[in-house]
């Protein structure tokens, strides 16, 4: 509620300087074209949300999500020792993290959901458990070898290589996701 008072005042205060200065016709046109880019910049990225989406999909029925858990399993049950008993778990934490490495965080979301709920009915607490808070920093600083839904923006946007900004995010990410987890870690010790 409180971030919707704060555009309300600043588009308020925006109208108000505009018609002030007498620019209020070149505001109205930016806001015409602004709301033309924001729609052809929501129907490329849903296109290609749905494009990857669908490419994951493909995939699971593949196979190829199952190897690539195979392949996983050993770090995830590291992480998630959980998910060495629960079966359902491991799946959708394997497809979360599949997903993310695809930089398909759309996709990753309905997963990571399934995962989330799994862990919160294994721990059976009111607060949540390590592992869920372990998921959640996983999922908020995802690594990505792929960062599909960025290059389908960056491609909406006009760049002409969308991906050659892979060496960046893949140390930024991986950065981000060991900080991350030593953050996790840290303060489990200290609550512990």
């Known amino acids: 509620m409180a971030v919707g008072m704060v555009w309300t005042l600043t588009l308020l205060t925006a109208a108000a300087f505009a018609l002030l200065t007498g620019n209020g016709a070149a505001v109205a046109a930016a806001a ?3 709301m033309s880019a924001a729609v052809r910049l929501t129907l490329t990225m849903g296109g290609g949300v749905m494009f990857y989406s669908a490419v994951m999909e493909v995939m699971d029925g593949a196979g190829l999500t199952a190897s690539l858990s195979r392949g996983l399993r ?28 695809l930089g398909l965080g759309n996709a990753a979301t309905p997963a990571g ?26 999922n908020t600083a995802s690594v990505q070898l792929l960062p599909a839904t960025v290059a389908a923006l960056r491609a909406g946007l006009g760049a002409a290589n969308p991906f ?29």
């Open 74 to 101: 050993p770090v995830l049950e590291a992480l998630f020792p959980s998910s060495r008993k629960d079966r359902a778990l491991s799946e959708a934490l394997s497809c979360n993290v599949c997903a993310n490495l």
């Open 32 to 34: 015409a074209e602004g």
């Open 113 to 138: 959901i399934r995962a989330a709920v799994r862990l919160r009915e294994l721990s059976g607490g009111e607060t949540a458990s390590d592992e869920l808070c372990r998921l959640v920093v996983l």
């Open 164 to 192: 050659d900004i892979l060496p960046a995010v893949w140390l930024t990410s991986a950065c981000s996701v060991a900080v991350g987890l030593l953050c996790e870690r840290w303060f489990a010790r200290r609550k512990g």
